[in-house]
């Protein structure tokens, strides 16, 4: 099947502007030189850089695929009690900066460090990196598969494993393959527990001016791990066809029963809670105890909260406009060309927010200097960063998109675009909301490149809270927390009864 030009063309300038980063990079390296380049990347700092950083993905990756999977199917196929809030509550953790979870862990356990503390803060802040996508495909997959399977006499367990999580294929995938890139350009969470990987060796290298060479060097294998990561989830995600035909769901998935397991299920869910947000709840409420009603200077908090928001949800609008073309191809039209189109859009998200950044500066003060430090560049550099996470969550619900129901359509005389809105929109709409709920989130907790590209005047909430803490004041920083945590809860909730609304539930 041809693919079609109009969308090709969006998708190719779409993954060139995602790779300005790279190409930074790129440059860079030349520049450095051929000797100077090998002697940087072949020493003993970087062979430690690579067991860190290595490890911490081996092990944290499929902490999380385990801890994502089992949330989502406890809340969406059984019968765990007060399931509609464990859904808004599970997907929180987004909302709590990696920075802040990892100062309220290294609040209570001050020995905290090394990789366990990286392993720790990883899971509990990225488990719902595949805990949204995995839940959002298991509100859409058609109950008759295991209405059959149990019909034949397969119990909850074996219904789930054969008929359910072969059907999660590309959520947990995409998932895992959002977590890693995460762990490969996280800095302040292993920051604060003194656990080095190449992206806080790299922004220890930018700190020193002299030594822009060695940082480049360290990014460009940090892009080489990316490459890999890149290549590891292109082969687990396989070529099944994921889509269902017919009009709709006729009923609901079943709820399965947990019998002698409900109590230990709901305690379980409920740790994870506590130990995701109610660690740093608890220290964000003993911070706010401290302050007092002093800390509390609303005018400043307001600002930042309307800048939060407004940028949270431009972002997030901008990022699923630009990343539709690109899962379209890689779903309707999969081939060498797409997945090329796709892998470009996840390499600038593999590097730190200080690269992309100066990559960003450098390009518009040399060539498009009017729009140096304004919002465009902002949000250019959100798309950058958050890219994957609309791709991964759009490409899992286009998949679900039966071709022929489109093409019915068209053929009935409904005209592209028309058939498009009313069916492949609709129809993914679970997949829109999710993936606009995690750029959103992200935004929201990205300090780093807005700390470089924010305008003048603009203080969202994480770079206010980061600025008040490295000044020690952690009582002045706790509001700004709070608010961080705070407007996760509403945002998820209105994408998710969106998305209900939508498929008709």
């Known amino acids: 099947m041809r693919h079609p030009r109009a969308i090709v063309a969006l998708a190719v300038l779409v993954s060139l ?22 002697r940087l990347v072949f020493r003993q700092r970087i062979g430690e850089l690579l067991i860190n950083t290595i490890g911490l993905v081996l092990i944290a990756v499929p902490l999380c695929i385990l801890v994502g999977v089992t949330a989502a199917w406890l809340v969406e196929r059984t019968r765990i009690p007060g399931a509609r809030v464990w859904v808004l509550v599970l997907a929180a953790p987004l909302a709590v900066p990696a920075f802040v979870n ?60 054969r008929v359910v999580l072969p ?40 700190r020193a001016t002299f030594s822009g060479a060695a940082a480049n060097m360290l990014a460009s294998v940090l892009v080489f791990l990316c490459l890999l990561l890149l290549l590891a989830e292109n082969t687990a995600r396989g070529h099944a ?10 009923s609901r998935p079943h709820a399965w029963a947990l019998g002698r397991y409900r109590i230990a299920a709901l305690a379980g869910v409920a740790l994870l809670a506590v130990l995701s947000v109610g660690v740093p709840l608890a220290n ?17 908090l307001g600002v930042s909260l309307m800048q939060t928001l407004g940028y949270g949800l431009l972002g ?48 518009t003060i040399s060539w498009v200097r009017p729009l140096y430090q304004t919002a ?28 022929g129901l489109d093409e019915a359509a068209r053929a009935l005389g409904t005209p592209p675009f028309l058939a498009f809105l009313r069916v ?27 700390l470089v590209l924010a305008p003048s005047g603009v203080r969202t909430l994480a770079t206010s809270f980061w600025s008040l803490s490295s000044e020690l004041d952690y009582a002045a920083a706790a509001p700004y927390a709070l608010l961080m945590i705070v407007i996760s809860l509403p945002m998820t909730h209105l994408f998710y009864q969106q998305s209900r609304k939508a498929v008709g539930l």
């Open 241 to 250: 066809n994921y889509a269902r035909l017919g009009s709709g769901v006729a």
């Open 102 to 161: 990892s100062y309220a862990w290294v609040s209570t356990i001050p020995s905290l460090r090394g990789l366990p503390a990286g392993v720790l803060i990883s899971v509990l802040s990225y488990f719902p990196l595949v805990y949204i996508p995995v839940a959002a495909v298991l509100r859409r997959l058609d109950p008759a598969l295991e209405q059959s399977a149990a019909s034949l006499g397969l119990g909850p367990w074996r219904v789930f494993f």
């Open 376 to 403: 465009a560049v902002a949000i250019a550099a959100y798309v950058l960063l958050f890219m994957p996470r609309a791709l991964v969550t759009l490409r899992s619900g286009l998949a679900q998109v039966p071709r």
């Open 316 to 363: 997030a609008l901008v990022t699923c406009v630009l990343a539709f073309p690109v899962a379209w191809l890689v779903v309707r039209h999969a081939g060498r060309l797409s997945r090329l189109l796709e892998s470009a859009n996840y390499v600038a998200s593999a590097l730190p927010g200080i690269v992309i950044a100066l990559a960003l500066v450098t390009v």
């Open 17 to 38: 502007g995602t790779l300005i980063p790279l190409g930074f990079v790129v440059v860079m390296t030349i520049t450095t030189g051929w000797e100077t380049a090998v």
């Open 284 to 300: 964000v409420a003993r911070w706010l105890v401290f302050g007092g009603a002093a800390i509390w200077d609303w005018d400043r």
């Open 167 to 206: 059907q999660l294929r590309l959520a947990v995938t995409g998932g895992a393959l959002l977590v890693g890139l995460h762990l490969l350009a996280e800095f302040g969470a292993f920051s604060m527990v003194n656990f080095s990987t190449f992206t806080t060796a790299i922004m220890e290298q930018y």
């Open 424 to 450: 492949t929109l609709r129809m993914s709409a679970p997949a829109v909301a999710a993936a606009a709920a995690l750029v959103f989130l992200g935004i929201v907790n990205e300090l780093t490149a807005t």
